[in-house]
């Protein structure tokens, strides 16, 4: 048996020598045969190069219509080589590009996997020039689509990702040397100008000096940087100054500039159809100016964003890992947004349980003009969360929660927030004008206190305009919610979600100017007012029926029911109230609604059917199958001039106007909005 079994490990170990052997000198010949091609393409890299070019050349002019130029090209090194000359003119536009000289290798080992790897850069003097002139570009070959040959393939956003970042990154030579390059982006009249005096990378470290517009600035994008790894650590600071960018507020109207950006790539995985990504991007004294953010310059001291990012197939994520800073405060997001099957937009937002102090001087500087300086005691907490699938945006999810704790205002900063409460001045504007002082309070003759105000007027605005103001705080989500599906269904802001309080705390205490920043102001205010109970439900009521527009100039119940009806507000039926809370979303239209004899149009009936129809179900009023008072609305002969009869031959200035175009189609659809917030807002509380 022993004998049996050497036999065999004797014949085993005699193959496996022969096959090894047989190996050894195929793995030879092939490196032989490596070796031989190698001296053959190194004793003709010349001519190879040069029918490279041509075929380069060549394409630039059939697809590209570029007439591409190459001086003396040759090799200066065993992977380098050298060109004196380049230019590329496209047909009939302004010059491309133009280099005086260029040294350029590549890496050899990736090189023979199909990876084109730079591995040193050396260009002396030249240009890029962008130019757009009227509908003319010298750029317009980038966005020349390719003909596409057979199917197109499914787009994989993690595979478009991690080519994309490749493609960055090996462009990044291991060496570089940059002098007197310059970039310049011409569109008409206006442009921009960037001269690379240097830069330069030399063992991962980048320096760069960078002269903005002749010498207006001097700019410096310094770090490392490490294409292997896909890792870089850079900052962008400017010579004595802060770096700005006027051509962006030229040509959008965005006033920018920063002390210091920097950026930080540290991982770059792909792995299993998954690319991830971490890094984090900061600023120094970022000043932001633009008329659809704020009214002023909004100042952030620091920001810091650090991000954890996921990118599937289907899918782009910012991770709840991600932190954003701004001072003291840290908040952690969520985005998600899903491509396919179909879109699916996902956010969430979330802090640990904050000092209510720190949370409002980490606000920048300028963004909340009102609550600069006020002085809080306590904690806060914030959750959102928002979901929408555009296939049911019907279903939107959204819930927006800021828990408090032992919460106090001590000192409030520059608008006092208890005003409401007191005589105060109140000023309405017109597209950015002051219109006239108006005094709230009981020494103007207009002022009318709440309780001699028509119940019918007090519950037709409230049906109409906030159902369930008297309980809630400030808000309700799913009016907002509802507010969310309209908008994206049609694409366009065709439903607000507006409460009593937040119109009341725009017209007394915000600029009338149409901001981002105002209207998170505007919520802000709103729960401060509605959760530290600064002023009781009836005292806001009461004051947003004293001020807000009722008509062209008109402002307050006390004006508004004298000027249609020339009546006290005690004294308006039905019909007159439930008129008045028709206009409150558009006042300028008021006169519209009536004919030249003074009786309202036919296609309000509707209006006041659902309106009144809402009152009697709450009890409000009595069931009336008549028109709710419709038929005795009546506007003071006085006015009746004002409305166009209808064989008139001038034109009805009314119906001109774009701001008082209220038609058909808008009253639909302002009727199906109170039918559908009766059924999901809470029922109020009747006024008496």
Same mark, same amino acid.
């Given at each position: 048996?022993?004998?049996?079994?050497?036999?065999?490990?004797?014949?085993?170990?005699?193959?496996?020598?022969?096959?090894?052997?047989?190996?050894?000198?195929?793995?030879?010949?092939?490196?032989?045969?490596?070796?031989?091609?190698?001296?053959?393409?190194?004793?003709?890299?010349?001519?190879?190069?040069?029918?490279?070019?041509?075929?380069?050349?060549?394409?630039?002019?059939?697809?590209?219509?570029?007439?591409?130029?190459?001086?003396?090209?040759?090799?200066?090194?065993?992977?380098?080589?050298?060109?004196?000359?380049?230019?590329?003119?496209?047909?009939?536009?302004?010059?491309?590009?133009?280099?005086?000289?260029?040294?350029?290798?590549?890496?050899?080992?990736?090189?023979?996997?199909?990876?084109?790897?730079?591995?040193?850069?050396?260009?002396?003097?030249?240009?890029?020039?962008?130019?757009?002139?009227?509908?003319?570009?010298?750029?317009?070959?980038?966005?020349?689509?390719?003909?596409?040959?057979?199917?197109?393939?499914?787009?994989?956003?993690?595979?478009?990702?991690?080519?994309?970042?490749?493609?960055?990154?090996?462009?990044?030579?291991?060496?570089?040397?940059?002098?007197?390059?310059?970039?310049?982006?011409?569109?008409?009249?206006?442009?921009?100008?960037?001269?690379?005096?240097?830069?330069?990378?030399?063992?991962?470290?980048?320096?760069?000096?960078?002269?903005?517009?002749?010498?207006?600035?001097?700019?410096?994008?310094?770090?490392?940087?490490?294409?292997?790894?896909?890792?870089?650590?850079?900052?962008?600071?400017?010579?004595?100054?802060?770096?700005?960018?006027?051509?962006?507020? +030229?040509?959008?109207? !965005? /006033? @920018?500039?920063? %002390?210091? $950006?920097?950026?930080?790539?540290?991982?770059? =995985?792909?792995?299993? *159809?998954?690319?991830?990504?971490?890094?984090?991007?900061?600023?120094?004294?970022?000043?932001?100016?633009?008329?659809?953010?704020?009214?002023?310059?909004?100042?952030?001291?620091?920001?810091?964003?650090?991000?954890?990012?996921?990118?599937?197939?289907?899918?782009?994520?910012?991770?709840?890992?991600?932190?954003?800073?701004?001072?003291?405060?840290?908040?952690?997001?969520?985005?998600?947004?899903?491509?396919?099957?179909? +879109?699916?937009?996902? !956010? /969430? @937002?979330?802090? %640990?349980? $904050?000092?209510?102090?720190?949370?409002?001087? =980490?606000?920048?500087? *300028?963004?909340?003009?009102?609550?600069?300086?006020?002085?809080?005691?306590?904690?806060?907490?914030?959750?959102?969360?928002?979901?929408?699938?555009?296939?049911?945006?019907?279903?939107?999810?959204?819930?927006?929660?800021?828990?408090?704790?032992?919460?106090?205002?001590?000192?409030?900063?520059?608008?006092?927030?208890?005003?409401?409460?007191?005589?105060?001045?109140?000023?309405?504007?017109?597209?950015?004008?002051?219109?006239?002082?108006?005094?709230?309070?009981?020494?103007?003759?207009?002022?009318?206190?709440?309780?001699?105000?028509?119940?019918?007027?007090?519950?037709?605005?409230?049906?109409?305009?906030?159902?369930?103001?008297?309980?809630?705080?400030?808000?309700?989500?799913?009016?907002?919610?509802?507010?969310?599906?309209?908008?994206?269904?049609?694409?366009?802001?065709?439903?607000?979600?507006?409460?009593?309080?937040?119109?009341?705390?725009?017209?007394?205490?915000?600029?009338?100017?149409?901001?981002?920043?105002?209207?998170?102001?505007?919520?802000?205010?709103?729960?401060?007012?509605?959760?530290?109970?600064?002023?009781?439900?009836?005292?806001?009521?009461?004051?947003?029926?004293?001020?807000?527009?009722?008509?062209?100039?008109?402002?307050?119940?006390?004006?508004?029911?004298?000027?249609?009806?020339?009546?006290?507000?005690?004294?308006?039926?039905?019909?007159?109230?439930?008129?008045?809370?028709?206009?409150?979303?558009?006042?300028?239209?008021?006169?519209?609604?009536?004919?030249?004899?003074?009786?309202?149009?036919?296609?309000?009936?509707?209006?006041?059917?659902?309106?009144?129809?809402?009152?009697?179900?709450?009890?409000?009023?009595?069931?009336?199958?008549?028109?709710?008072?419709?038929?005795?609305?009546?506007?003071?002969?006085?006015?009746?001039?004002?409305?166009?009869?209808?064989?008139?031959?001038?034109?009805?200035?009314?119906?001109?106007?774009?701001?008082?175009?209220?038609?058909?189609?808008?009253?639909?659809?302002?009727?199906?909005?109170?039918?559908?917030?009766?059924?999901?807002?809470?029922?109020?509380?009747?006024?008496?």
């Amino acid at each position: 048996m022993f004998q049996k079994l050497s036999s065999f490990y004797t014949k085993y170990q005699i193959t496996i020598q022969h096959y090894a052997r047989k190996a050894a000198w195929v793995l030879v010949s092939l490196v032989f045969l490596l070796f031989i091609a190698g001296v053959i393409a190194f004793l003709k890299r010349d001519a190879i190069l040069n029918v490279l070019i041509a075929k380069a050349k060549n394409k630039a002019k059939t697809e590209y219509q570029i007439k591409l130029e190459i001086d003396n090209p040759h090799f200066s090194g065993l992977r380098t080589v050298s060109f004196d000359r380049i230019t590329a003119v496209p047909d009939h536009r302004d010059s491309l590009l133009a280099l005086h000289h260029l040294d350029v290798s590549v890496q050899l080992l990736p090189l023979i996997f199909g990876d084109v790897k730079l591995a040193e850069l050396a260009m002396d003097s030249g240009f890029l020039h962008l130019v757009k002139r009227d509908s003319l570009r010298n750029y317009d070959f980038l966005f020349r689509k390719k003909k596409e040959n057979g199917e197109r393939a499914e787009l994989n956003l993690a595979s478009l990702g991690n080519r994309l970042l490749n493609s960055v990154f090996y462009k990044i030579p291991e060496d570089l040397d940059v002098q007197n390059f310059e970039l310049k982006w011409v569109e008409d009249t206006s442009g921009v100008t960037l001269t690379i005096d240097q830069a330069k990378i030399d063992g991962g470290t980048v320096q760069s000096n960078i002269s903005v517009n002749n010498g207006a600035a001097v700019w410096h994008v310094n770090g490392e940087v490490d294409p292997g790894d896909r890792q870089l650590d850079l900052t962008w600071f400017a010579d004595g100054k802060k770096v700005e960018l006027p051509y962006l507020e +030229k040509r959008l109207g !965005l /006033k @920018l500039n920063f %002390d210091q $950006l920097s950026t930080k790539l540290e991982d770059v =995985s792909y792995f299993a *159809g998954k690319l991830k990504m971490s890094g984090y991007w900061s600023v120094k004294n970022l000043l932001i100016k633009h008329p659809k953010i704020a009214a002023h310059e909004v100042i952030v001291p620091d920001g810091l964003l650090n991000a954890e990012v996921a990118v599937g197939g289907k899918y782009i994520e910012l991770s709840e890992s991600s932190v954003i800073q701004l001072g003291k405060v840290a908040l952690n997001p969520f985005v998600r947004f899903t491509l396919k099957p179909h +879109k699916i937009y996902e !956010l /969430k @937002l979330h802090t %640990d349980e $904050l000092e209510a102090q720190e949370v409002f001087n =980490s606000f920048p500087k *300028g963004l909340f003009e009102s609550l600069e300086g006020i002085r809080v005691q306590g904690k806060l907490q914030y959750d959102l969360n928002f979901y929408l699938d555009e296939k049911e945006p019907d279903k939107v999810a959204f819930n927006s929660e800021l828990s408090k704790d032992n919460f106090k205002i001590l000192g409030y900063g520059k608008t006092n927030l208890s005003k409401i409460n007191g005589t105060f001045m109140y000023t309405p504007f017109e597209y950015g004008k002051p219109m006239r002082d108006i005094l709230i309070g009981p020494e103007n003759s207009n002022f009318t206190p709440l309780d001699q105000i028509s119940p019918y007027l007090k519950n037709a605005v409230l049906t109409a305009e906030d159902p369930s103001f008297f309980g809630h705080r400030g808000f309700v989500e799913e009016a907002i919610r509802k507010s969310i599906a309209t908008n994206f269904e049609r694409k366009a802001f065709k439903r607000g979600a507006s409460t009593i309080s937040m119109q009341l705390v725009k017209n007394v205490y915000l600029s009338r100017q149409k901001t981002l920043a105002r209207k998170i102001e505007e919520m802000l205010i709103v729960w401060l007012i509605e959760n530290q109970r600064l002023s009781s439900k009836s005292r806001m009521f009461e004051v947003y029926l004293n001020l807000i527009e009722w008509g062209q100039n008109i402002y307050g119940i006390g004006e508004a029911s004298r000027y249609y009806f020339d009546k006290h507000p005690s004294e308006l039926n039905l019909g007159e109230s439930i008129y008045l809370a028709s206009i409150v979303p558009r006042p300028k239209s008021s006169l519209y609604f009536f004919e030249y004899q003074g009786n309202l149009r036919p296609n309000m009936v509707g209006y006041f059917n659902t309106i009144g129809g809402l009152m009697a179900k709450r009890g409000l009023t009595e069931a009336d199958s008549t028109g709710y008072g419709f038929y005795n609305v009546r506007l003071k002969e006085s006015l009746r001039y004002l409305i166009t009869p209808p064989d008139s031959l001038l034109t009805d200035s009314l119906l001109n106007n774009d701001d008082s175009a209220i038609g058909n189609e808008w009253l639909e659809a302002l009727i199906k909005k109170q039918q559908a917030d009766s059924v999901a807002l809470h029922q109020p509380k009747k006024i008496k």
